[in-house]
């Protein structure tokens, strides 16, 4: 049984299971729980398209596989166009009446990582959504390219060190900012996109379901955080995703048609972004003197991005 | 139900427009594809019989090459007819995903109008984009003519799609002469097309939530090479199917195709290996030749570059005195591809039946290739036979400007 209501944790726990828990995910990994909660927050059949990245390379390791549903990986960058190419074919068939089960609702979804949907797969993913295929599409972002050991991406925030945006002597990690993808998707007048995290669950699951009863090109960001790379405990990754969320680093909103946002979660408490960036060895360096005016600045960011949200959110736009 | 189409025995078509009607006769089921010089008419046309009611399919207008083939694998793994069009860069771009798409074993015909690669950028014909496609794992049919770029349109779906098979068919025509050049084309009729080719029996497909299927999986070194075996003798074994299917095809039309075509080869002492509409100008030099100057001039064409007709190669210049291999693709730094093929069939011949084998370099970016060339080579090659050595540099240039270009000479003793 999928989340049909979503009440409590142990509803969820004990829903429909097509995502094997044999996965080779690093421990701690919040990818797994995205997944999961998409494929339960829903009865109908799926076909799942994966662009190559950590969940990928993690979930269908011949002769295995995780997954208990219809499933492809093509390359880095084209899940989207995966996706487009199977539901074109489901309408076709279904026009023909060659379908084996034609009455069978079916929803078509694309996982991938920030760096195939930030960077590599930016085109593909942007020209499926402008053909207006019904599909959904989720972005797992860990904010860097964890399956090759941790190299910069456009959703990479200012001041994080990775392995090919170092913190040094010199520098202090990346100079550039995240990249607004959910504006982005936004502005291709896309009917539902979000950005969710799985510490808010229900709210995530509330996200997954409206994307998928939604007709037409849906996209969801989900913040996914990095045990490995992000350098936290394996057992923080709830807390540390918290910290993101109540440090509005990542807030919860969703933009309807483009033109109407909704703000889905406020915390009662807001902390600063300093406790945030505490928790994780990637910022580690920004606590030395010389680099604390890059959390003033991020703090600075994050104020602004939070009053944008909130006008917009006040003017209905 | 997509309408018919009222074709004449005889229609006036260009090579592009033959392929977009074996295509709109197949009734493929999804189409993902993205306009280039010079196989947009393909796409174009197929926008047309859509629009008008001729096609039931999913036409999907993607914003890439590589997009088009993505789109197609994703369709036909979900079990469904696909198909696409491109040419040089398009094709260039398609590279990553027609590995992929083969990979998958996923039955994708590919009407490939084959065109020079940049750089300097090039819109006419040579063969640089159909060479670059050779160790993808498609099966790559090749057509002479628009009548030809027609049949084996339809061959291509029958064949891909056959259990035994399950491989991806590129169809080749040069660009321009073959596919903006109208000639008399005998089509079949729509009812008797689609009987040909027959309905699409879906395999491994993904809209059959019964029995879910995982594509795209992960192998290392434990798995990948296993994989990668089965898939090349899949490739190797489609001869079977290949010949049957040619078989079908001449039952109901006619029209006989092989897999190594051979013209006035019975009694030939030299001959012109060629892929294309070159098969073509140089049968008419042969022609000419014999008749004017006694040469005993034959062609020896593969209308499967992959799989490569090697036995049948072997068979069919055994004996020869000098063989020219023509390619029009220039292989930077090596001899050319067919030049390396053909030689490698011809190896394992004894040495007293191996023709002394030369190979040319010609048409790049759509220089043309006339008849009077094909002479000079064929006559060329009963130079180099009537005194038992090559001659010229083994590797020449054959219609480029400026001081002759050849390299690796013959050292006499």
């Known amino acids: ?317 | 139900m997509a309408e018919k189409m009222d074709l004449q025995s005889t229609e006036v078509w260009d090579g592009n427009y033959a392929a977009a009607q074996a295509l709109r006769q197949a009734q493929v089921d999804v189409v993902a594809a993205y306009p280039i010089t010079p196989s947009t008419p393909i796409v174009e046309n197929y926008g047309n019989f859509v629009a008008n009611g001729y096609v039931d399919g999913e036409f999907v207008m993607v914003e890439s090459e590589h997009a088009a083939m993505s789109g197609c694998v994703g369709a036909a793994a979900a079990g469904g007819r696909v198909a696409t069009a491109t040419s040089s860069q398009g094709f260039a771009l398609m590279v990553e995903v027609l590995y992929q798409a083969s990979g998958m074993r996923l039955p994708i015909v590919l009407t490939v109008v084959n065109r020079a690669l940049a750089s300097p950028l090039n819109v006419r014909g040579d063969h640089g984009d159909m060479y670059l496609g050779r160790d993808s794992g498609w099966i790559q049919l090749d057509a002479f003519n628009a009548q030809e770029a027609y049949d084996l349109t339809l061959m291509a779906f029958k064949i891909g799609e056959d259990i035994n098979v399950r491989l991806p068919v590129m169809v080749h025509q040069d660009g321009f002469i073959t596919s903006h050049t109208a000639q008399n084309i005998h089509p079949l009729s729509d009812d008797e097309a689609y009987a040909f080719v027959g309905d699409y029996k879906p395999v491994d497909e993904m809209l059959d939530f019964s029995r879910p299927v995982t594509y795209g999986a992960q192998t290392e070194e434990d798995w990948h090479f296993e994989h990668k075996a089965k898939q090349h003798r899949a490739l190797m074994d489609s001869y079977v199917v290949i010949d049957r299917v040619f078989e079908e095809f001449e039952k109901k039309t006619g029209r006989k195709y092989k897999r190594l075509e051979t013209y006035m080869m019975e009694d030939a002492e030299v001959a012109i290996v060629a892929l294309g509409t070159t098969v073509e100008t140089a049968i008419l030099a042969a022609k000419q030749l014999r008749e004017e100057e006694g040469i005993k001039a034959g062609i020896v064409a593969p209308r499967t570059f992959r799989p490569f007709p090697f036995n049948e190669i072997r068979e069919a210049l055994a004996g020869l005195k000098c063989v020219a291999a023509m390619d029009r693709s220039c292989p930077m730094g090596a001899m050319g591809a067919l030049y390396n093929e053909v030689n490698g069939a011809l190896a394992s011949i004894p040495a007293d039946q191996r023709p002394l084998m030369t190979n040319f370099i010609y048409g790049l970016g759509g220089r043309d290739f006339s008849v009077k060339e094909a002479k000079r080579i064929f006559r060329e090659q009963k130079g180099h036979a009537d005194v038992g050595y090559i001659t010229t540099p083994i590797q020449q240039f054959s219609g480029l400007r400026g001081p002759k270009l050849g390299f690796y000479e013959v050292k006499r003793s």
Request: aromatic share 10%; charged share 25%.
């Open chain 1, 1 to 317: 049984m999928a989340i049909t209501s979503v009440k409590n944790l142990k509803e969820f726990s004990t829903a429909n299971e097509r995502f094997e828990g044999a996965h080779l995910l690093c421990p701690g990994c919040a990818h797994s729980m995205i997944v999961r909660e998409l494929m339960n927050a829903t009865d109908d059949n799926l076909v799942i398209a994966t662009n190559t990245g950590c969940l990928e390379v993690s979930t269908a390791v011949y002769p295995y596989t995780s997954w208990d549903t219809s499933w492809i990986h093509i390359g880095f960058e084209n899940a989207a166009t995966a996706a487009s190419g199977a539901e074109a074919m489901y309408k076709a068939r279904k026009r023909k009446g060659t379908l084996k089960d034609p009455d069978a609702p079916v929803k078509f979804v694309a996982f991938g990582g920030d760096g195939s949907t930030y960077d590599i797969g930016f085109q593909w993913l942007s020209g499926a959504v402008e053909r207006g295929h019904d599909f959904t599409y989720i972005c797992l972002d860990n904010e860097n390219y964890a399956n090759t050991g941790g190299q910069r991406s456009s959703a990479t925030p200012v001041g994080a060190h990775t392995s090919t945006a170092q913190a040094g002597r010199v520098s202090y990690g990346k100079k550039q900012k995240k990249k607004d993808m959910v504006a982005i998707m936004a502005a291709h007048g896309a009917p539902y996109v979000a950005q969710l995290a799985p510490n808010k669950w229900k709210s995530m699951a509330k996200g997954f379901q409206k994307a998928l009863e939604t007709e037409g090109p849906c996209f969801i960001n989900t913040v996914s955080a990095c045990t490995t790379e992000w350098k936290f405990d394996p057992k923080d990754t709830i807390h540390i995703t918290d910290l993101a969320t109540d440090s509005l680093m990542f807030p919860i909103y969703e933009i309807i048609n483009g033109r109407e946002l909704n703000i889905l979660y406020r915390p009662k408490n807001v902390i600063p972004v300093e406790e945030y960036l505490a928790a994780q060895g990637r910022y580690k360096h920004l606590f030395k003197p010389e680099n604390r005016h890059v959390i003033e600045q991020i703090q600075k960011d994050v104020d602004e991005f939070w009053e944008y949200l909130q006008r917009r959110e006040e003017a209905k736009v």
